[in-house]
T-cell receptor
Framework: DIQMTQSPSSLSASVGDRVTITCRAS??????LNWYQQKPGKAPKLLIS???SLQSGVPSRFSGGESGTDFTLTISSLQPEDFAIYYC?????????FGQGTRVEIK | QLQLQEAGPGLVKPSETLSLTCNVS??????????WGWIRQPPGKGLEWIGS?????????NPSLKSRLTIFEDTSKNDFSLNLGSVTAADTAVYYC???????FGVGAFDIWGQGTVVTVSS
């Protein structure tokens, strides 16, 4: 199985801050990497597919990057509604696997 | 607008079979471009892909669950279902059904999710 490791596991930030979350794959997943946002008691929401393609309706302050087996999710200016848990997921090979999540909290 | 809704018992006894159905409205599960999947989330933990089924009925299972798992579809009812046998407390989780679509460069992702249903395994 491909292991997806996110860092940090949690972070505290203020509204307006720039936030970057990293996801490292244990082997190449090409660009088969997606990012999801999950709020308490809700289903995950797809933010970015194919490492950097923003889903329709997702604010442009979210962006994704890729360098080899390292992927990043950046929020350029954190908004109150962005406090949530973020997960990466590889769809390169079965079993599709998720990172353990990064909790973004209010400082 | 496509919607998914999980249905099934919230409490299952250890060693029994967990059965859930995902009712799909606003679109057909026979659409060529999509797969339909199950994902679970134990209390306070992360997400685990369980398995998926294609429009043609081909199934893809997580090897860690494969020996206990069956996913099937009923195109006449426009739904798909999950049976997980010999459950233990470790199978307690929120179970989500979701649509798996193909995006840019053929990368697949779960783009529409049900609200999730809580399943507890306990005697």
């Amino acid at each position: 199985d491909i292991q997806m490791t996110q860092s940090p596991s949690s972070l505290s930030a203020s509204v307006g801050d720039r936030v970057t979350i990293t996801c490292r794959a244990s082997q190449s997943v090409s660009i088969y990497l997606n990012w999801y946002q999950q709020k308490p008691g809700k289903a995950p929401k797809l933010l970015i597919s194919a490492a950097s393609s923003l889903q329709s309706g997702v604010p442009s302050r979210f962006s994704g990057g890729e360098s080899g087996t390292d992927f990043t999710l950046t929020i350029s200016s954190l908004q109150p509604e962005d406090f949530a848990i973020y997960y990466c997921q590889q769809s390169y090979s079965i079993p599709w696997t998720f990172g353990q999540g990064t909790r973004v909290e209010i400082k | 607008q496509l919607q998914l809704q999980e249905a099934g018992p919230g409490l299952v006894k250890p060693s029994e079979t967990l059965s859930l159905t995902c009712n799909v409205s606003g679109g057909s599960i026979s659409s060529i471009n999509y797969y339909w999947g199950w994902i679970r989330q134990p209390p306070g933990k992360g997400l685990e892909w369980i398995g998926s089924i294609s429009h043609s009925g081909t199934t893809y299972y997580n090897p860690s669950l494969k020996s206990r798992l069956t996913i099937f579809e009923d195109t006449s009812k426009n739904d798909f279902s999950l049976n997980l046998g010999s459950v233990t407390a470790a199978d307690t989780a929120v179970y989500y059904c979701a649509r798996h679509s193909m995006f840019r460069f053929g990368v697949g992702a779960f783009d529409i999710w049900g609200q999730g249903t809580v399943v507890t395994v306990s005697s």
